[in-house]
């Protein structure tokens, strides 16, 4: 069943102000004010996205602390490790830190745990890492905020630790570190708190370029180094899915700019590997492309190769690296493919939802690095929050993914006595269970569900918010390119949606794909004709008539085939009145 459409319905007074005073075409006005703009001139500054308006690195908590630590440890020849974490996020922030040591002759190494050894974030693994290394300051990334345990034991030790991380803050006291550098922290005064941890890690760069050049404005070495740097930033940001607005629009921005003329051998040979070189990129290349070959090292296990590649000087051994990743990122899709089948299957066995609001599945052999990936996949072809377990032996590790409005770590508080340990947020949690204990998780946590979701009883079909009914001839490519203005598009920032009437085939459709599960189109109106890809709508190519109306709701993209550039449309639904 298609979702219900709804109109967004922008202020009409306010859509024409911003057209007038920003000097868009009405399509992108109606869709910035329907988006919350209001304001001409803040439209101005969010279209230009310079990088003059990123905001101080010095305003962040801790970072004066930080800095100052690091210098003196660089100058007195101390080891200094850098703790990250094994998804984009924290491998990007691990890598832009290294590169700026290796630039500045630092004695620096680096430490990642691995996901099914070692688990998440600081641990014994982390004193064991600082010990091998002799390190004297251990550096988070992505991560660090809530590890008092682990810090105290560095601190024991002799080892400072300075956390960079953008995680809220556990109630209580915060650890002993030497800084912590967070824009969330209860103290925090900084102007813009939705940074990722990557954003963190190039902060912390930038204030220790500041401190290493003695005064505000860093050396032309290390200005180059931050703009080349910046690529790692967007791709972290994008891939972290953080709010693309104010500060993290413009890092988005410009680090995609910066990865198409990348100088770094190892993004350029990622680039290769997917398709991307010599064209311009978009966030959704940086989402669908990149993030997840630099994930499938970290998914499988160690994120070693991820980070090496990052870190590779030489375009030889960047090529063996990245082709690397790429078979890994394809044997990670066939075991997600597997585990999601099997998982799928489980889930018939709980499709009351009444009974069932929250769907627990768990199998011994699911790879726990692809269980997150497998959640998310139900949540969208179920509509229903879902937590999958890959059991090994007597305890296995979960991620649960959730619907818009459903509080999924809330209602995994209500199976906590079940659980080892879990934690994360409202829209994704992860978890450590016992084998013996899934089916009272599932039944405590479906008990809390069931009392979040009280009288509804279930999830409402989410709408199709459209943003402009759009007539067909006006979609043009120089419409797409003000459409590109307001790129990137991410979390809080989503690609238009459009609608347009009155519309006919101009051939036959088509199904394409591996399982013939996609629809291809070609949409006309009068003699205005453009390609339109209907991704999963296969099954309903029967609904189509040629000759017959067609209202069809849309993103329109550019498509690179061959070293043509086209403009296409990629169908969120359609309808044939009548």
């Known amino acids: 069943m298609s979702p219900r459409w709804r109109m967004r319905e922008p202020d009409p007074t306010i859509l024409a102000s911003i057209a007038r005073g920003a000097g868009v075409p009405e399509v992108v006005a109606g869709f910035l004010a329907a988006r919350g703009h209001t304001d001409a001139e803040a439209v101005v500054e969010h279209l230009r996205a310079s990088p003059m308006g990123l905001h101080d690195p010095f305003l962040l908590p801790g970072m004066k602390a930080a800095t100052e630590r690091l210098a003196g440890a660089i100058r007195a020849g101390e080891t200094i490790l850098v703790h990250g974490d094994y998804d984009v996020d924290g491998v990007t922030g691990t890598a832009l830190l290294m590169r700026l040591f290796r630039l500045v002759g630092a004695k620096a190494e680096w430490h990642i745990p691995n996901r099914l050894v070692d688990g998440y974030s600081f641990g014994p693994h982390s004193i064991e890492r600082a010990e091998a290394v002799g390190a004297r300051v251990v550096i988070s990334v992505d991560n660090g905020t809530s590890a008092h345990d682990v810090i105290a034991a560095l601190r024991e030790r002799g080892v400072d630790t300075v956390v960079t991380d953008h995680h809220e803050a556990s109630p209580g006291p915060l650890p002993e570190a030497t800084a912590i550098v967070n824009p969330k922290l209860p103290s925090s005064t900084y102007p813009w708190r939705e940074l990722c941890g990557g954003a963190v890690a190039f902060k912390l760069a930038w204030g220790l370029a500041r401190e290493l050049s003695g005064a505000p404005k860093v050396t032309p070495a290390f200005k180059r180094f931050l703009e080349d740097a910046m690529a790692y930033v967007a791709i972290a940001t994008v891939c972290d899915v953080v709010p693309l607005l104010d500060e993290n629009r413009i890092l988005a921005r410009a680090g995609i700019r910066s990865l198409e003329g990348t100088r770094n051998p190892g993004l350029r040979a990622m680039l290769a590997v997917a398709g991307l070189d010599d064209r311009p990129l978009t966030a959704e290349d940086v989402s669908y492309q990149i993030g997840p070959r630099i994930n499938a090292s ?224 070609r949409l006309r109106r009068g003699t205005h004709v453009l390609k339109a890809m209907g991704f999963r709508l296969g099954e309903r190519r029967d609904e189509l008539k040629m000759g017959a109306p067609i209202e069809a709701v849309y993103t329109p993209r550019w498509n690179t085939f061959r070293g043509e550039t086209s403009l296409e449309l990629v169908l969120a639904d359609f309808r044939v009145p009548g």
Request: hydrophobic residues 45%.
């Open 298 to 521: 970290g998914r499988l296990g160690s994120a070693q190769r991820a980070v090496d590649l990052l870190l590779a000087d030489d375009d030889e051994s960047a090529r063996a690296l990245a082709t690397e990743l790429d078979e890994l990122n394809a044997e990670r899709r066939e075991i997600e493919t597997a585990v999601l089948a099997e998982a799928r299957a489980q889930a018939t066995d709980f499709l009351d939802a009444n009974a069932h609001p929250v769907f627990v599945l768990a199998a011994q052999g699911w790879h726990q690095g692809v269980v997150g990936i497998v959640a998310a996949r139900l949540v969208d072809e179920f509509r229903r929050p879902a937590l999958v377990i890959g059991l090994d032996g007597e305890t296995g590790r979960g991620s649960a993914r959730t619907v818009d409005g459903f509080h999924v770590l809330d209602a995994m508080a209500g199976g906590a006595e079940h659980m080892l340990r879990f934690g994360g947020h409202a829209q994704a949690a992860g978890c450590e269970v016992r084998a013996d204990a899934v089916d009272d998780l599932r039944a405590a946590v479906n008990a809390k569900a069931k009392e979040m979701l009280g009288a509804t009883g279930g999830f409402e079909e989410p709408a199709l918010a459209i943003d402009a009914d759009v007539p067909f001839e006006a979609m043009t490519p120089q419409l797409m390119r003000e459409i590109d203005r307001l790129e990137p598009f991410g979390q809080d920032n989503a690609s238009p949606v459009f609608l347009s009437r009155d519309l006919r085939l101009a051939e036959e459709p088509r199904e394409v794909g591996r399982e013939g599960d996609h629809l291809l189109l």
